[in-house]
């Protein structure tokens, strides 16, 4: 009987954070309808050390697509409905620079999460984020420098960029939830861990903007939710 | 008497319960105070017909200006005593009026009393919510600068190549470097990195003529522009072999670092024979 009752205390302890979080899922596919504009060629020649690390070109990253007109890089986050969340993530999302690019070419994040920036290049690079709603600073990062720890307090899709390297271009998505994903190379995404109730589902592209969706969660169920988003000719 | 009095009174308290509310907005330097209703006036004669009536940079002749005159709104500002990303001082803006820019069409306004220039920051505070919701950080400490030797100036030219200045500003220091050619501002305004070798006796930088205005532009970064903030990757000895360099590009400029190094033979002295503009750095990485 007490064996029992302990079982049944050690299973609720355990089960309760699930609850907590919900065990709802929305989960889809981005695709883009139309034909995208070619991505230029990058030439990294005034570059050495980056332009040996690439053997194929490496072009720009500003529509990236995969097989069955996938989209990648699409910032896909619940942007209404979702519990408050007072407290960043303890833990740090890194930005990486290497070969002259930015890895990854789209960073999401929490409001005052903070934010690692590491050069792994043999060369200097400046970090200068064009905020308008956070702050715009500019950071230089010579090559062996430990990583540069900031954060943006405010939700914003903050563009990157190196100025010495022109090249290089990224974005800073700055949420206000945790519940968001990015949309691999077969543009799939899934948002787990969500408590039964109704959402707005946000979907980002850098250069196609926004769409919104609503779902209702009721309970453990999966949720289909696709985005397709109208490709730029030019 | 009694009547004029209060008719007085009265016109006081309303003057408050008029200009406090809607221009909460001052600014302070020293024991002046700076009030936005008085720097409103002055802005309409004096500053509209560039940086425009709302303060956004597009004022009439704004079309004909290169670089761009300031925009207000954004609140990023080139000379700072603060860090990147931080909003300037009182005391940064009233100098950066007095001082006006060089290279630019922003004259520096010397002609307005102290009291005109304070009552300016004011109002131009006032183009931003910024200004309500945040505090400049505190300034950048500038250490007191050790003497100018070649050792210093030597110092100097190494780390000019291990933090690649010349990226943008070029070997000699004449803004022509590989990068140079592509900056643009925050705007998308194409910009050139600074000249160093221009001018002439009266080469001047942006921020102000002092050694301390010329280190505190590294280690704040110039806002708004390509140039960053080396704060976190150059030590302060570090950093004023590197202004003592930078002064010795200034080649037609009478300077006490002109003077070291003409008397060291004219010539940087160099560890080894490089070609550091074509040089692949790799490898180097750990060395000096």
Known sequence: MRTKQLFLVVFAIMVSPALLLGAGTVSGKVTYTGTPAKQKTIDMSKEPSCAKQHTTPITTET????????????????????????????????FTQKGCQYIPHVLAMHTGQELKVVNDDQTSHNIHPLAKINREWNKSQPPGTPPLSEKFDKEEFVPVKCNVHP???????????????????????????????????????????????DVTISGNETKTVDFTFKAKPY | MIAVSKCLLLSFGLAISVTVPSFAQQAHVGNLTGHAA????????????????????????????????????AATFKCRSTPTGSLPTDQDLYNSIGRGF??????????????????????????????TTEKPS??????????????????????????ECWKCHGQQGRGDGPSASTLTDSKDNPIRPYNFAAGADDSRFKCGVTNQDVYKIFITGVDGTPMPSFA?????????????????????????????????????????????????NKGSGGGN
């Open chain 2, 232 to 280: 976190d990757v150059i030590q302060p000895n570090d950093a004023w072999d590197l202004v003592h360099f930078l002064r010795t590009l200034q080649t037609n400029r009478h300077s006490k670092e002109n003077d070291v190094l003409k008397a060291a033979g004219g010539k940087i002295p160099t560890k080894a024979p490089d070609a550091p503009a074509n040089s692949d």
């Open chain 2, 38 to 73: 008085v720097g409103k006036k002055l802005y309409r004669r004096f500053c509209v017909g560039c940086h425009g009536p709302l303060g956004d940079g597009n004022g009439e002749n704004a079309q004909w200006i290169d670089p761009k005159p300031r925009d207000f709104t």
């Open chain 1, 167 to 213: 090249w290089m271009h990224g974005y800073f998505a700055v949420l206000k939830t945790t519940h968001y994903a990015i949309s691999s190379d077969n543009g799939g995404f899934t948002l787990p861990n969500l408590p039964a109730g109704k959402y707005t589902i946000t979907a980002w592209q850098e250069d196609y903007g926004t769409q919104t969706q």
């Open chain 2, 102 to 131: 060089t290279n630019s069409n922003m004259p520096h306004w010397d002609a307005l009393t102290d009291q005109n220039r304070i009552d300016l920051v004011a109002f131009i505070k006032s183009f931003s919510p910024r200004w």
């Open chain 2, 138 to 163: 505190d300034p950048i400490t500038v250490p007191p600068e050790p003497a100018i030797t070649i050792e210093s100036i030597t110092h100097g030219a190494e780390l000019f190549q291990k933090m």
């Open chain 1, 63 to 94: 529509v990236v697509t995969g097989a069955n007109n996938a989209l990648e890089n699409v910032v896909v986050y619940i942007s209404a409905g979702a519990p408050d969340e007072p407290n960043a993530p303890a833990q740090a999302v890194t």
